[in-house]
């Protein structure tokens, strides 16, 4: 299990120590299975990079299969080979940003499930954007607790 | 006699027969008058016609003479021709009776009457002489006149006109309205009355310039009402030339712009609301990413089962993400605080201090430090502000010389023509900006550094250099091997003396 983890890239080692150790969450059941269909998919996308590993280490935690891309075509590249059940994405990030992303992974893989992430006040001008083109993605923001942000993506589960 | 006569002026005759003469003379004076002579007889009829009235009325004398005078009157005043003559027998004269005639070829057109009685020898009335003269291009001067005068007073703006030593001579509605004097208050009195007495050198320059027949457009000023109250105006004041073309006196054009003051001194307030916007939501960005991040490593630090190492790592890590967001905390939130009143110190123990700070991190970086400190002079400043100012440059330093370099930093005292003041002049080796980088290095929130930087640094250095009424510029080059970054720091030794504040100024402090 913790060769498998250690390929992934943006993987905390520390999460995979946490995974083994905690026998009573579903993840340490499963963990080893590399294409195992119960676990929900999450792609976690945030510039930020120490907020997209610690989230992913997080989901990790709780269940979830996770990847994290640093911005969003890296994200897109990632999303065709793993596609994510959820996408949890930032929303200000240079080069695209996470509503153009969200349009672009809607596209590709209609199923995936978007959540929004954002730390800041005034983006609606970019939210606009996704309106003005009949998209509508949930919105979470920044900082939220790791056990609500678990809640909002199993409460959608 | 015929041979005295010839002597005679016009109308100076005997009582003897009008020399031939003479009455070639008179006649002569007729023909050439602009005006209309015509005489007629106590019936209307047309008994002389000069060549004015062929001018004016359009007939030859051939065809008129032997006519009745009612050809030249409009049917509906023929009533008026009776009047005339009922007024004529009784020997009346009638002057500049003002009346509309027709032409031959059937055009009205205004027209000045004077009426006399002819007497014969005897004292019996006779006929009647008549002199007519085209009213038109007057009365057309009259009413341009008229419309003129009532555009001036209907005006908005205050229209005065005033000599050239500045003493009022035309007062509109306009001026009543802004100014509140009535015309008989102003009119006689001095320009001045209107000006605040600190600007009352105003009037001199501009009374010179009229004099040198140069016109002042649209030249904002303040000027004073009768309740004292300051106005805010924009004037336009133009010569005055008389028919000869020599200047004698002015007009004067006022506007109140108060409200358009008003509105601008609004819009840069919404401007700053604005920034003050959009720079919230750039901070909140900055720090709720970090608190963000802290929330998840505490979370994962209280899972169960974690060696005291793991613990420690997402501990510190959690730490060092908090120091993150204090520091944005204090570079922009700080800013705003009030950091307490100017002292007086030397900027090179300021700038010390800051060197201590950095001690470490220079030496990590392998940067040496080069300082020529030689400013001999205390200088008023807010402290902190000066040493986050410092601090920032520093800072700045280190990051562009990762592989290390040379700081050099000099502080002198320094003479300027506004006054002296301190010059720091603070340059490193590292990587330089990039020519179209250089252009935004001052705005909020431009940076160089990615993730590393708030873009926020060199700002607010700016901002709290020209609070200290200071300059600071930038000059840089990225060509390699010479490249290398010079920040000159200007402060002033009058900078942080307390400016007497006008009302408007207050909130701009704060």
């Known amino acids: 299990m913790r060769c498998r983890l250690a390929l992934e890239a943006g993987e905390y080692f520390f999460a995979d120590e946490f995974v083994r150790r905690a026998p009573g969450l579903p993840i340490a059941e499963f963990g080893c299975v590399e294409d195992d269909p119960v676990k929900p998919r999450v792609l976690i996308v945030d510039d930020e990079r120490l907020l997209a590993d610690t989230t992913a280490a997080i989901l990790r935690s709780a269940g979830f299969k996770t990847k994290t891309a640093y911005d969003g075509w890296e994200a897109l590249a990632t999303a065709r080979s793993f596609h994510p059940d959820y996408l949890l994405t930032d929303v200000m990030m240079p080069l695209m940003n996470g509503i153009e992303l969200a349009i672009a992974i809607t596209k590709i893989l209609p199923s995936t499930k978007i959540l929004l992430f954002s730390g800041q006040a005034g983006i609606s001008d970019t939210l606009q954007e996704g309106y003005s083109q009949g998209y509508e993605f949930p919105l979470l923001a920044k900082p939220v607790h790791p056990l609500r942000l678990i809640e909002a993506l199993k409460g959608n589960a | ?510």
């Open chain 2, 1 to 510: 006699m015929e041979k005295k006569a010839k002597t005679l002026p016009p109308g100076f005759h005997g009582p003897e027969v009008l020399a031939e003469d003479a009455r070639n003379f008179l006649s002569a004076i007729i023909e050439s008058s602009d005006d209309a002579i015509i005489s007629k007889d106590l019936n209307g009829i047309i008994s002389s016609w000069n060549e004015g009235a062929r001018h004016i009325f359009g007939y030859e004398a051939s065809e008129i003479v032997g006519q009745s005078i009612l050809q030249l009157v409009p049917p509906e005043l023929h009533s008026e021709e009776e009047q005339i003559l009922a007024k004529l027998r009784a020997g009346e004269r009638i002057e500049h009776y003002e009346t509309t005639r027709i032409k031959k070829n059937g055009e009205r057109f205004p027209i000045s009457l004077t009426i006399s009685p002819i007497r014969d020898g005897g004292g019996i009335i006779i006929g009647a002489s008549k002199i007519a003269s085209d009213a038109s291009e007057r009365l057309k001067a009259e009413e341009s006149r008229f419309r003129l005068a009532a555009i001036v007073d209907s005006a908005d703006d205050a229209i005065i006109s005033k000599n050239l030593n500045g003493i009022i001579t035309s007062w509109n509605r306009g001026a009543f309205l802004l100014f509140g004097y009535t015309e008989d208050e102003m009119i006689g009195q001095s320009i001045l009355r209107l000006i605040p007495t600190e600007l009352h050198y105003e009037e001199d320059e501009i009374l010179r310039k009229l004099r040198a027949g140069e016109k002042i457009e649209h030249y904002e000023t303040t000027r004073v009402s009768k309740s004292g109250e300051l106005l805010d105006v924009s004037v336009t004041i133009s010569p005055v030339y008389n028919g000869a073309g020599q200047i004698i006196g002015a007009s004067k054009i006022a506007r109140n712009i108060s409200d358009r003051k008003k509105m601008e001194k609004i819009l840069v307030q919404s401007e700053k609301l604005a920034a003050t916007g959009r720079m919230a939501a750039a901070i909140a960005h900055e720090i709720n990413n970090p608190l963000a991040s802290v929330m998840n490593l505490i979370f994962l630090a209280r899972q169960d089962h974690l060696t005291r190492e793991e613990v420690q790592n997402y501990l510190t890590t959690a730490e060092s993400e908090l120091e993150r967001v204090s520091h944005i905390a204090r570079q922009t939130l700080g800013y705003y605080r009030d950091t307490g009143s100017p002292t007086e110190v030397y900027l090179h123990d300021l700038m010390e201090n800051v060197l201590s700070v950095y001690r470490s991190k220079l030496l990590v970086h392998n940067i040496r430090v080069e300082s020529k400190f030689n400013d001999l002079r205390k200088i008023k400043v807010r402290s902190g502000e000066i040493i986050q100012v410092f601090s920032n440059l520093v800072s700045n330093a280190i990051d562009a010389m990762p592989q290390g370099g040379t700081l050099s930093i000099s502080i002198a005292r320094t003479m300027k023509l506004n006054g002296d003041g301190v010059q720091m002049i603070i340059g490193d080796t590292g990587c330089g900006i990039s020519r179209e980088n250089i252009g935004k290095i001052f705005e909020p929130f431009f940076t160089t550094k990615g993730n590393l930087g708030t873009g926020i640094g060199l700002w607010v250095a700016k901002q709290i250099v020209e609070r200290h009424r200071g300059q600071i510029s930038i000059s840089s080059t990225a060509e390699s091997r010479e490249s290398g970054t010079i920040v000159k720091i200007y402060l002033p030794f009058s900078g942080s003396e307390e400016k007497p504040k006008r009302l408007n100024d207050a909130e701009t402090d704060n």
